[in-house]
């Protein structure tokens, strides 16, 4: 059937089919217990739409590209992403991700400089250097986490690109409070009744507690610019100038500039963090596609740390992350309220209905990837690839909301992924399972823990250094003592 989507005046919702819901809880057990696995067996039982309930309200799951497109693209006025975050006030709820309409078309566009490619590009070398800054910490058969890794060293950048501050001395207080605001779930207490107890050993506490770390650097922030006289030219100073698109006030408060830099932080280091570590683990997994990968990197670079020119020249690695991003979408879903009564395909949905669009779905639908499962890059080959039908990979969202930090991710992910493989092949230890656990990013359950290989020509395979350089897994103090004479010959 043909799509047709309409604005609606009269027409009754009638929601499409959906399992069977509980009283009270609806259907969050089956969702909280396996996210993923739910909505995608939702997608093969009920085709190109299914409708659940969140307690007693309805969720209507969207599978089909052209409906991602109709919601994103040509109809954006109809929904809102305000409401989709949380009420209280601990979450960002004034930040870009969730005000609409023209505060949100102004606060976008007071910012957006920063995401102009002659700024992103002005960013190369604070990611080279936080990036060699890890290298050096770094020595051959060392045990490391990449999960921990990856997020301080995209956390660090983040924080130096946008707003100045080098957080270099807070990077695992910052990192482990941003671990618990994001990667803490809400229980279903929370979620059905709205008990919210704030103690050290609830999800809520924790998360409360987080919020109450960032707010303090946070408003530290504000104040200390607020104070300096000298001119700055970072988002910070954007989102201080910025119209607030209120009638009542000119300029944003304390409040909604803290909301944006605290989406900032959020949602630009968790994210390109994610994408980093799943593109590690793929690697890990699939060596044909590394050495390719790596022979690229060796012909274009030649050893050198990566220019801006270098980058477009990268191709493979541009396929390999889109791949890894096709697979392991790190925002795996999106959510949006209907505003205006709207019509998808027969079904009238009414103001007030939550829908849902899943990148994890989208990105695995066999019918237009062929081979869902499969790790292929070739695949974004222009030439001999496959044809991706819009709507249906998504990975930075689509429309007026696309990620406004798509461009600065891009080039963080290309160079911190090259650069680093220039000098180690991180591997994953044997049995190394990484789990899904979908919150709002979606990361590994369990942290990519590596040993790190020396860098070898493309040809090579990593698998040899993993047996000459087999050091016991003991604490990373306890090895340094003891680490074997010859493996001083790799360090750097
Ligand atoms: C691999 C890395 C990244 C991925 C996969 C990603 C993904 C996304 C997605 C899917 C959206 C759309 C959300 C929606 O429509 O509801 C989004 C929006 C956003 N992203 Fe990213 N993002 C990444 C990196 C970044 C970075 C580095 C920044 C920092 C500047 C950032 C900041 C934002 C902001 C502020 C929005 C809201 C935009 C708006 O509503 O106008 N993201 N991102």
Redesign the pocket.
Known sequence: MATTTQDMQTTKTVFPPGPRKLPYIGNLLSLRRDPLGYIQQLQRTYGNMATIHLGKNPLVLLFKPEYVRSV?VENPRNFS?AG?AQEDESVANE?????DGEK?RLQ?RAVQP??HKKYVEGYATVIDQYTQEVLQSWHVGDTVDMSSEMQKL?LRI?SKC?FNIDLSNQLDALGGAFNDMIGTATSVAEDVLRIRIDNPITGYGKRMAAARKLDTLIYTLIAQRRGDEREQSD?LSMLLASPSGSETQEHLSDKQIHD?IL??LA???E??A??LVWTFYLLSEHPEIRVKLLDEIRTVLEGRTPTIEDLGKLTYTDWVLNES?RLY???WM???FVTKEFELDGVALQPGTLVMMS?WVLHRLPEIWGDPEAFRPERWDPVDGQRVPSGAY?????????????P???M??KMILTTILQNYMPQPFPGYEPGLNPTITLRPKQNLRVQLIPATSGSEDASVWRQIVRVPDVSLEERKGCRPAFLGLFDK
């Open positions: 994103l992403n989709v930040g870009l991700l969730t005000i949100h976008r920063a995401f995209t983040i946008l988002v944006h989406t900032f949602a630009g280091h994210t390109t994610n994408a991003m979408p790190p925002a999106q959510a949006r990148q998504f990975p930075f969202g689509m429309g007026p909301r696309m990620c406004i930090g798509m600065l991710a891009q963080e992910a």
